[in-house]
Structure formats: C-alpha cells, structure tokens
C-alpha cells in the first residue's frame, strides 16, 4: 500500500505558474506510470498526463507546452508543473501511481487549485 499526499495548491492569477507535488510513503521507482488527473464538481476526472518509468512523459493535447509531468524516484515525488494558467483551469487535482498496467491506482486526495484575478 502507497500513500500518496498532494501538496502546492492554491489561489494564482490568469497567467501564473503553480508547482504541484505529490509525495508517495514508500518507493514509487518501479510503478510503470504516475502523473495527475482533475475533476471539477459535476464532472468525471479528466486525464492531464503521466510520466512512465521509463521517463517518457504523456500530456494531453490542449495542455502541452504548458503543463509538465515529472517524477523524482530518489525522493519518491512526482511534480505538475502549470504555466500560463487560464481560469478554466480551475479544479482539484488528483496524483496516482500505478504499479502496472492494468492495476488499479492509488489516489491522493486531492488539492485545490484555483485560477482567478
């Protein structure tokens, strides 16, 4: 079992940066993906991208060159990194960390960020 705690959310202004973390209890180096979703209230969790054990990052498409995924195994960490946010952006972003494929993840719990003058 993995515990994963998210950190980094809050408030920032259209056009800002925000760092997430997401800190695992135990070692993540062997997961095969971890990366990050978000869910706005009445909606599913949408996908925002991964990182795989091989370092190979997958964002979705209206997010690249903007949002970045990266996993830090000496420090069992993984980060999004969110420029030039837009207020659309505006959700609770969720980390996992999958074992193998076709396992389920484990979730954190969740963090809040909002994007607003």
């Known amino acids: 079992q993995v515990q994963l705690v998210e950190s980094g959310g809050g408030l920032v202004q259209p056009g800002g940066s925000l760092r997430l973390s997401c800190a695992a209890s135990?070692?993540?180096?062997?997961?095969?993906?971890v990366g990050w979703y978000r869910q706005t209230p009445g909606n599913q969790r949408e996908v925002v991208g991964n990182v795989t054990k091989g370092g190979n990052m997958n964002i979705v498409d209206s997010l690249k060159g903007r949002f970045t995924v990266s996993r830090d195994n000496a420090k069992n960490t993984v980060y999004l990194q969110m420029n030039n946010q837009k207020p659309e952006e505006t959700s609770v972003y969720y980390c996992?960390?999958?074992?193998?494929?076709?396992?389920?993840?484990?979730w954190g719990q969740g963090t809040q960020v909002t994007v607003s003058s």
């Open positions: 135990g070692s993540i180096s062997s997961f095969s993906a």
């Open positions: 996992y960390a999958r074992r193998r494929l076709l396992y389920a993840p484990y």
